[in-house]
């Protein structure tokens, strides 16, 4: 990742739908260091476990978010398509990856710097705020749809 800010990441980032609504300024801000990522089919954009260097913004393509389970290698509690988000670890210390994310398609999305993502979000407690604000849903939304495939495995 360099230290230049690339306009086409910047425009990408700001029409995504999770940063409709953000100050032009936080969208170039958290864009340092920002790159533009392709994926083949069963690549993997991050392995559980590994170091979290990224947030990414999903811009085509579809992943699936999988944990491994004794009977199934890459059991998928969550796909993410275009216009979504993937990763939280990078928020969290240790700063580890918690699941796996594989590409099921050619998938193209903006990996944001975590480290500027941080800094950029504990610089400017405003937009650190709505920052998580809009990402609480996700999570959320993540952790609900691990439990409910857990639950499946266990009524089996």
Not at 15 to 30: L, N, Q, Y
Not at 34 to 44: G, K, M, P, T, Y
Request: hydrophobic share 45%; with cysteine; proline share 6%.
């Amino acid at each position: 990742m360099t230290d230049e800010t690339d306009p086409n990441v910047v425009e990408a980032v700001r029409e995504h739908p999770f940063f409709h609504g953000f100050d032009p300024e936080f969208v170039h801000a958290i864009c340092r260091q920002a790159v533009e990522r392709h994926f083949a089919a069963e690549d993997l954009l991050a392995k559980e476990g590994s170091v979290a260097e990224v947030f990414y913004v999903v811009l085509e393509g579809k992943v699936a978010l999988e944990i491994g389970a004794a009977d199934n290698p890459h059991l998928t509690v969550q796909t993410v398509g275009p216009g979504e988000v993937l990763g939280w670890s990078w928020l969290v210390p240790p700063h580890r990856w918690r699941f796996d994310a594989r590409a099921l398609k050619p998938t193209r999305a903006t990996a944001l710097h975590a480290e500027v993502l941080r800094r950029t979000l504990a610089g400017h407690p405003a937009w650190g705020y709505q920052f998580l604000v809009r990402f609480m849903p996700v999570l959320a939304e993540r952790l609900e749809n691990t439990r409910i495939q857990l639950l499946d495995i266990h009524a089996r």
